[in-house]
């Protein structure tokens, strides 16, 4: 099994919310996991383009079933989420979840190295309803974004040039927190 955390616009630190890729472990509202956090273990602030995974701290569970090797978890940037978002809309008539986006943006990139015979199961945990708006204001953005030839650089940082300081990812960051 794969799980995927949100590589947000890269993994350093305040920009991500992959936590087994720069996290360590520590405890965050009462619960001991792998945690987004300095030397000091105080807590990280996170970013990612979904608010449901724009969080510092990942379900024990998770911690357990990686830890024991069940899992193997990697990460998708916020541009990969927006683009697997677009895709599974397009040619399925789908609108994931931006969380659910992630796991699309894994699968579009690992399927081409897969067997034709393999099968590939996918568990959509959400709606892209509720997204639509988020989707539409970072998507917009996606060609300039390739142009420039940086994927993983800030579609947030895009935001800011066109909708000023107040769109900036520090304003959202502080709108969006939510475990
Ligand atoms: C659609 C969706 N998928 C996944 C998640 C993340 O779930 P979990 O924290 O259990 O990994 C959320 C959290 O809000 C969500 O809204």
Redesign the pocket.
């Known amino acids: 099994m794969v799980g995927v955390e949100a590589g947000g616009e890269g993994i350093v630190p305040g920009h991500h919310a992959a936590r087994f890729q720069g996290g360590r472990l520590g405890v965050l509202q009462g619960t001991r996991t792998y945690v987004l956090a300095d030397d000091d273990g105080q807590i990280l602030l996170t970013h990612s383009v ?4 724009d ?1 510092a701290a ?2 024990p569970e ?1 911690a357990r079933l990686r830890d024991r090797g069940r899992v193997q978890y990697v990460a998708a940037d916020d541009a990969a989420a927006l683009r697997a978002f677009r895709t599974l809309a397009e040619l399925e008539g789908i609108l994931p ?1 931006l ?2 986006a992630h796991v699309i943006a894994h699968v579009i990139e690992a399927a081409p190295r897969m067997g034709r015979e393999e099968i590939v199961l996918v568990n959509l ?3 892209g309803d509720k997204d639509v708006d988020q989707a539409t204001r970072f998507c917009e953005l996606l060609p300039a974004l390739a142009a420039r030839g940086d994927d993983a650089d800030a579609a947030g940082a895009l935001c800011a040039e066109r909708d000023g300081p107040a769109a900036s990812s520090g304003a959202k960051r502080g709108a969006d927190h ?2």
């Not at 979904?50 to 995974?53: E, H, R, V």
């Open positions: 979904s608010a449901g995974l969080y990942v379900g998770h979840a969380e659910s945990s959400g709606r939510r475990p």
